[in-house]
């Protein structure tokens, strides 16, 4: 069989995020592995912030504007070309907000007057279907790329608190990066052969972190770095959070990518018990995946016993969700707000007081249902004729403003979104005022199956194929939804 990559790929040199500096590295080198030109983004500075934010609102969060940044750093530089040039935004299903800016980028390289630049979305639990046949390879090599970044990552954590001859760890790191790279993108290497080449590199560069003079105490507070994982593992993000530690006396441990990647694994397993799809062959399909990446890691993590003893971590995301439970239950509880929501969350959250405008809304109304309003449905109020344009979703905001870590998740689960209106004739509004109905689109798609397709039902065709006929939706929605359809085409 011959391999494919997307046509859209031929020519093109992809930049990878950099979220973290190794991994970055390491999946630029798994792209290659399979002939696809990728590097990692230049490092973010305070340009980067500047460009993000000329083309955000200012609600999204940092993620999202480092990343936009980023992208129209080199849109702007005197090398770019349009025709030669792909961006990557990896995407995952959840809560976050970050994955659901695909579309808003699109939008911006259309303003940039490049639309032909293709943004790749790729996910490790679609196992990067959209890359071609080359999907599948690159899935398993990015992964094995993911696991081993993270043990490097860990070596320099490990070891740069305590070496006698400062700047010895750092540049072990850099040459230990170089060689990992080396080895993940060598073309042409069986499954087997590529892990024991890994394996092989892996154990050479233990070796050299072991032979960096130290001086280890336990004196030193080890304190564990947790939080949102961009802004974590993100040195530009979190001003260098880890190495600023590490000159006050202490020493840092992180979560990791992997950590991540299976923590979205059990995400899409949930979703398919929920779903009534747990004999299915999709879920056949996830949990060989899941066996053949716990094989891989393994593999990878075998020579590291010794060096790791200390820094033990949960053997499963089972174990870990286990261990969040009496703080924040992992199941959760399975715009515009209506006044209806009101009632809805004073008997949810009966200790909070809250007050209109609570939820951050421009409009509290009473009588407009996301059941019962369509995308497209026209009212006057006041003066004034607005338009429902699409639910709403929430961001870090809404937690900070109830002080509540599980609000997010139970706010998306609860189907009460709210909504946005898009004011196609101003005019005087006053408290009080009624909503009449100008025209409804009872053709197009509801608020609350918008809903759905984010949080419960992400791959109902019906819904999908009526979320992209309503024409009122804004163009990013419907493109954002064109895409999901055709990944659920492939799946099925």
């Known amino acids: 069989m011959v391999a494919h990559m997307s046509p859209g790929l031929n020519g093109r040199r992809l930049y990878i995020p950099r979220m973290n500096d190794c991994a970055a590295e390491a999946m630029a080198a798994a792209f290659r592995s399979v002939g696809i030109d990728a590097v990692a983004l230049p490092p973010s500075d305070a340009r980067t912030l500047e460009l993000g934010a000329r083309y ?58 490049c639309p032909e630049v293709p943004l790749v979305s790729p996910t490790f639990e679609e196992g990067y279907q959209e890359l071609g046949s080359f999907g599948p390879e690159l899935a398993r090599t990015g992964w094995r790329a993911i696991v081993a970044s993270d043990i490097l990552r860990k070596l320099l954590l490990k070891g740069r608190p305590y070496e006698v001859h400062p700047g010895d760890t750092d540049a072990a790191y850099a040459q230990s990066l170089k060689e990992l790279c080396e080895t993940v993108e060598t073309p042409g290497l069986r499954p087997g052969e590529q892990l024991a080449a890994l394996v092989t590199t892996l154990i050479r560069i233990r070796d050299h972190f072991r032979g960096i003079p130290a001086k280890y105490n336990r004196e030193r507070l080890l304190i564990g770095i947790q939080g949102e994982i961009f802004c974590r593992l993100n040195d530009f993000s979190n001003e260098h959070l880890i190495r600023r530690l590490e000159a006050c006396g202490g020493e840092a441990w992180l979560s990791d990518i992997s950590e991540w990647v299976w923590y979205c694994n059990r995400e899409q397993e ?155 004739r101003e005019g005087l509004v006053t408290t009080g005022d009624s909503f009449h109905v100008i025209s409804r689109d009872h053709k197009a798609i509801t608020i609350a199956d918008m809903n759905r397709l984010f949080v419960r039902d992400k791959y109902n065709c019906d819904l999908l194929q009526k979320a992209i006929d309503t024409a009122a939706l804004p163009q990013d929605w419907r493109e954002y939804f064109a895409e999901r359809q055709q990944t659920s085409t492939v799946r099925t």
């Open 56 to 113: 955000l609102a200012g609600e999204e969060c940092l993620p999202a504007k480092v990343t936009l940044g980023d992208f129209v750093k080199v849109i702007e530089g005197p090398a770019f070309d349009p025709k030669r040039t792909a961006f990557m935004l990896a995407a995952a299903e959840g809560p976050c907000r970050f994955g659901q800016y695909v579309p808003h980028i699109r939008k911006v390289f259309r303003q940039l007057g």
């Open 270 to 424: 949930d979703c398919f018990r929920n779903s009534w799809r747990w004999l299915s062959f999709t879920m056949l399909g996830t949990k060989l995946r899941d066996h053949i990446q716990h094989t891989d890691e393994g593999a990878l993590r075998a020579p590291f016993g010794e060096d790791f003893i200390g820094y033990e971590e949960p053997e499963d995301m089972d174990e870990t969700l286990r261990a969040g439970d009496p703080y924040l239950p992992h199941e959760g509880t399975s715009g515009e707000m209506v006044l209806s929501a009101y009632s809805f969350w004073r008997q949810e959250l009966p200790e909070t007081e809250l007050q209109w405008g609570m939820f951050g809304e421009n409009f509290t109304t009473e009588g407009l249902v996301e059941d019962e309003l369509h995308i497209g449905d026209r009212f006057q109020i006041g003066s004034a004729i607005i338009m429902v344009r699409q639910p709403r979703v929430p961001c870090y905001k809404l937690a900070a403003k109830f002080q509540r870590d599980d609000i997010l998740e139970r706010f998306l689960h609860s189907g009460r979104s709210g909504f946005y209106f898009s004011v196609e």
